[in-house]
């Protein structure tokens, strides 16, 4: 099993739509989860941070962490053509360990 | 511009032949990863430096590969002998020891072997 789980997709939503991306990862240990944003043929970027279960909330994006059933989510709002990308969930253990990346299209 | 910065950008080489990227960190970094990345996959972690010492190796990393961090600032990741599984993107990122998970990834550094 690997350690952070994600489905590939891709994924089609209409413009202005809310948008659900998921994880989950096997460790309990695991204490700080990341969603990075990754446009294609640049690196990645940090996107959200969270430690530890709950919510964390930054403008239209907002990570959820659930600890009970090793479920990580990322919601974005009001969806926009610029948040096509791939969206890459992650964990961390000295280093990042991250899932395969979701690839999300946002259709105007 | 003070980013991670990642050389080659594209490196086609053929196969045997031996190649070296080189990734200049934010200077205020300590940390300095190496992952590969490739189509349809996730970063996979490949090795990182705590200033000049490279404190973990994936089992990934096979002994064609090797890293260096010579007085902790820039690093190079040679691969020798080169096989067309090496073709990737090699993402370099740096971090402030201070942040778990808070990563400055570079552009990277896309190689492909013929």
């Known amino acids: 099993q690997k350690e952070v789980e994600q489905d590939p997709g891709p994924l089609s939503v209409p413009e202005g739509a809310i948008v659900s991306l998921n994880c989950t990862y096997s460790?309990?240990?695991?204490?700080?989860f990341m969603w990075y944003r990754q446009y294609s043929r640049k690196g990645p970027e940090l996107l959200m941070y969270t430690y530890s279960s709950g919510n964390k909330e930054d403008g239209r994006f907002t990570a959820q962490v659930d600890k009970s059933s090793k479920y990580i989510s990322l919601f974005i709002r009001d969806s926009q053509p610029s948040d096509s990308a791939t969206y890459l969930c992650?964990?961390?253990?000295?280093?990042?360990?991250f899932g395969k990346g979701t690839r999300l299209h946002i259709l105007p | 511009d003070t980013g991670v910065s990642q050389n080659p950008r594209h490196k086609i080489t053929k196969r045997g032949q031996n190649v070296t990227f080189r990734c200049d960190p934010i200077?205020?970094?300590?940390?300095l990863y190496w992952y590969r990345q490739t189509l349809g996959q996730g970063p996979e972690f490949l090795t990182y430096?705590?200033?000049?010492?490279?404190?973990?190796k994936s089992r990934l990393l096979s002994d064609r590969f090797s890293a260096e961090r010579p007085k902790g600032s820039f690093s190079t990741l040679e691969i020798q002998r080169t096989e067309q599984g090496d073709s990737a993107m090699y993402l370099c990122?740096?971090?402030?020891?201070?942040?778990?998970?808070?990563?400055?990834f570079g552009e990277g550094s896309r190689l492909t072997v013929l």
């Open positions: 990122a740096s971090s402030p020891a201070s942040v778990p998970g808070e990563l400055f």
């Open positions: 200077s205020e970094h300590n940390r």
């Open positions: 460790n309990s240990a695991f204490q700080y």
């Open positions: 992650a964990t961390w253990r000295d280093k990042i360990i």
């Open positions: 430096f705590q200033n000049e010492a490279q404190l973990e």
